[in-house]
């Protein structure tokens, strides 16, 4: 089926008499007839459900429809974006070992690999996803075991050359983590270019109308684990909490799933509740119209925006005059995202003014929902960040983060007119 069509359907399939929407199983349990039948569940010699933090029919089939619409083989939910990244890597690094991460990755993430994972054991060396690919080479060590990028960068915008960021993991045999929540596979499928684990903030566009925070992780199913055995021993060494089992080998093109199911989710415990992820799955029906209409949307305002003498600089990959213009063709023909950034001429107190006059779209920390919203990342998201770091980010003080809406555009671009007036008084 094509991506619209799984938008819809993916994941769920009734059998005779069952109820056509997705059911919310909002039960933490699981009944069996003998503990005989429980136990061998617990040792993963048959696959069922028996505790819910492990698995839920309702957030299986969801995460099934996600792995349909990235084309990966398994995907699994977590609870957050912020969850869905850590498990990613952890699943396969641990203490002394070693990630080379894009610098221009969102702040949560930058702060997670920065210094939580840090105090973990865990080194992340940053680089701009702009730098040569001899530059890349270098960040490597022996102990590198991931590469990480996002997309599209939230919120700078920078659009990832995949080809060299899959290459560079790749010559280095490890797996490339990307994470594609502003881009959503109805832009980009990032398994298409090479990339071998997919990453999600199911909180922005999936969801789509800010009711839920969540995340995914999908998977490939490509990485060759067994080829690089001694790079990757949690994967292919026996797990001493199963019995000796090695996911590797039990498990094969699902090995990274079902890892990072049965010992992270079961230990670390970051489970998204079945109710909200039946709201992502309401979400992700109309993902592929929705998507469409923030891109038409947001490509309007660019261009408004950059013909309006009040606006400094304006930055969106679907203008032909920004610099991710060639790379968001090569990888996202279709369009891009609907969030855009710019600077209003008079810095960071023009900046204000304008947000504080905008009616229509709403201040608020989040991005990539239905309703237009605005945000000073320099004050808010990123306000941890120094200024060194606020450069390598992306990050201008003056820099506003646009999210265009689904509302019609006409109405979105006279609010921007009336507040860009406002700003420029004295
Ligand atoms: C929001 C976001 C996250 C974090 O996700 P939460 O759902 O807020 O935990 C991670 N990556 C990107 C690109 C995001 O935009």
């Known amino acids: 089926m094509r991506i619209e069509t799984n938008c819809v359907q993916a994941g769920y399939t009734p059998q005779n008499g069952e109820p056509r929407v997705l059911p919310i199983v909002q039960s933490t349990t699981y009944k069996y007839e003998s503990s005989e039948q429980m136990g061998r569940l617990f040792d993963l010699e048959e696959s069922g459900y028996f505790y819910t933090r492990l698995q839920n029919p309702t957030n299986d089939a969801v995460a099934a429809k996600i792995a349909a619409l990235e084309g990966g083989v398994a995907a699994m939910l977590t609870s957050s974006g912020q969850a869905a990244n850590f498990y990613a890597v952890f699943n396969i690094c641990q203490a002394g070992d070693h990630v080379v991460s894009a610098s221009t990755i969102y702040g ?226 279709n369009g891009t995202c609907g969030v855009i950034s710019f600077g209003v001429k008079g810095g960071r107190e023009a900046a204000t003014k304008f947000m504080d006059h905008l009616k229509l779209a709403a201040i608020v920390t989040h991005v990539a929902d239905a309703r237009t919203c605005v945000l000073h990342p320099a004050s808010t998201t990123h306000r941890q960040l120094n200024d060194k770091q606020l450069k390598e980010a992306g990050v201008s003080p003056d820099l506003i983060r646009f999210s265009v809406g689904i509302e019609n555009v006409q109405d979105i671009i006279e609010d921007i007119q009336q507040a860009l007036a406002e700003s420029q008084k004295a």
């Not at 999908?218 to 060759?224: I, L, Q, T, Y």
């Not at 199911?261 to 230990?267: A, E, G």
């Open 108 to 333: 949560g993430t930058f702060n997670l690999f920065g210094v939580t994972m840090k105090k973990m054991g865990i080194d992340v060396t940053f680089v701009h996803p702009d730098v040569s690919a001899e530059e890349l080479n270098a960040a490597f060590r022996p102990n590198t075991k991931c590469v990480f990028a996002e997309t599209i960068s939230n919120p700078s915008l920078v659009v990832l050359d995949f080809d060299k960021f899959v290459k560079a993991a790749h010559d280095h045999g490890v797996p490339m983590i990307v994470d594609n929540t502003f881009a959503t596979p109805i832009n980009c499928r990032p398994f298409e270019f090479g990339v071998d684990i997919v990453t999600h903030s199911t909180t922005k566009y999936m969801d789509g109308h800010a009711t839920s925070v969540g995340g995914a992780i999908v998977d490939s199913g490509r990485f060759p684990w067994l080829e690089h055995a001694d790079k990757f021993p949690g994967m292919t060494q026996p797990d001493d909490s199963y019995h000796g089992l090695s996911y590797a080998q039990s498990f094969g093109a699902g090995a990274y799933i079902t890892k990072a199911t049965v010992q992270l989710m079961r230990d670390l415990g970051s489970i998204p509740s079945p109710h909200n992820a039946f709201l992502l799955n309401l979400g992700l029906e109309t993902l592929a119209l929705r998507v469409q209409r923030h891109c038409e949307n947001a490509q309007a305002v660019a261009e408004m925006l950059e013909k309006d003498s009040r606006v400094a600089w304006v930055d969106y990959p679907g203008l032909p005059s920004g610099r991710y213009y060639a790379l968001a063709q090569k990888y996202m023909p």
